[in-house]
């Protein structure tokens, strides 16, 4: 992974938040993923969120695992805690350091085959546990770093570059998410900023585990006739000399619609995907209707957007395990070490 620093030049009336920070101050690296990919989008949609939200650089966590998803930590609040953990095992990873240090705000960012694949094991037990973290899945359908291959989120029926299509039943993140427990669930799309980013605000000020589904295309593996999670330039457009996968800049497509309405969005390739942004009386504090209603809009052939599900009463895994109120990294070695006595008496409860 590299990194190249960005210029540190601040316009002098950029506007500034509370803690008199512009949204510069939250920025990272120069990003090196394709020219128009969706992550940036989400990139600098987390820019806006945290800043918005005040957030102080220092007591941000960011975590990713493996993949193109993974990378884009590196591209924002450069001032910030970061761990890049190994394939798939980023939710363990975090669920270490927030029972190390709770008081941190962790956000981490994974992809559909590092969450929904290697990972599957890892998102679930941290669902289960209910971690204090907002995480973000960047959703293309296809393994971008290993050249397309199918996802395990991609849809049956869609058509890989070399044109074979998938015949394997899709897993629907969101749709798991409710199974398991879930407190704050919510899926948006990188090309539309003004839903994705209160969303983003929801799910870092949620007590508890909040997941957020981006859908974020692949620009250079799922440009093709055929796929349903694309909106880049088709190879058409290429002057084929080598056998090489650079990606031309792309436009990246946008999108604004209204709650309830549905919107079909035109991608590059000439194909559609239809998003539907929850209604305005939708309930999110049903678990059994908002998988119905999931699940009604998967046959449909539509992607819900929006706020899908939240419960404020449940506890976070902090407050199922009793821990201290102060984060177990600041207790010195005399609070932490319970002394023989204690630890005889442990001990004799498993004999």
Do not use: W
């Not at 506007?15 to 920025?27: A, M, W």
């Not at 890049?84 to 669920?95: L, P, Q």
């Not at 002057?239 to 990606?247: L, N």
């Amino acid at each position: 992974m590299s990194y190249i620093p960005k210029p540190k030049i601040t316009h002098p009336k950029l506007p500034r938040n509370k803690l008199g920070l512009t949204e510069r101050d939250y920025e990272g690296s120069v990003s090196t993923l394709c020219a128009g990919c969706g992550h940036d989008s989400i990139t600098a949609a987390i820019i806006q969120a945290v800043f918005e939200l005040d957030i102080e650089p220092h007591r941000l966590g960011k975590m990713s695992g493996i993949g193109c998803s993974s990378k884009t930590p590196a591209y924002f609040v450069s001032q910030s805690h970061g761990f890049n953990s190994v394939h798939g095992r980023m939710a363990s990873v975090t669920t270490g350091a927030n029972a190390a240090n709770k008081d941190l705000i962790y956000l981490g960012v994974s992809g559909d085959g590092d969450s929904l694949s290697i990972g599957m094991g890892q998102f679930a037990h941290v669902i289960r546990r209910n971690l204090h973290m907002c995480y973000i899945i960047e959703n293309n359908g296809v393994y971008g770093l290993t050249k397309g291959q199918f996802s395990a989120s991609a849809d049956v029926g869609t058509k890989a570059k070399k044109g074979e299509a998938n015949r394997h039943m899709p897993i629907d993140p969101v749709s798991t998410a409710i199974g398991l427990g879930a407190t704050y669930i919510a899926r948006g799309f990188s090309g539309d900023k003004e839903q994705l980013v209160p969303l983003l605000k929801g799910a870092l000020m949620h007590r508890g585990f909040a997941l957020v589904d981006v859908i974020s295309p692949c620009v250079t593996f799922n440009d093709h006739e055929g796929s349903t999670k694309s909106y880049s330039h088709t190879r058409r457009h290429y002057h084929h000399v080598v056998d090489s996968d650079f990606v031309p800049p792309a436009e990246e497509i946008k999108a604004r619609y209204a709650a309830g309405e549905a919107m079909p969005i035109k991608l590059h390739d000439g194909s559609k995907i239809v998003f539907r942004k929850a209604d305005l009386d939708y309930d999110p504090t049903s678990r059994a209707a908002a998988f119905s209603y999931l699940r009604d809009s998967i046959r449909a052939g539509e992607i819900i957007t929006g706020l899908l599900y939240i419960d404020e009463e449940s506890q976070d895994m902090h407050g199922l395990s009793g821990t201290v109120d102060e984060p177990l990294a600041r207790l010195d070695y005399d609070r932490l070490n319970p002394g023989a006595a204690a630890l005889t008496k442990l001990m004799a409860r498993y004999r």
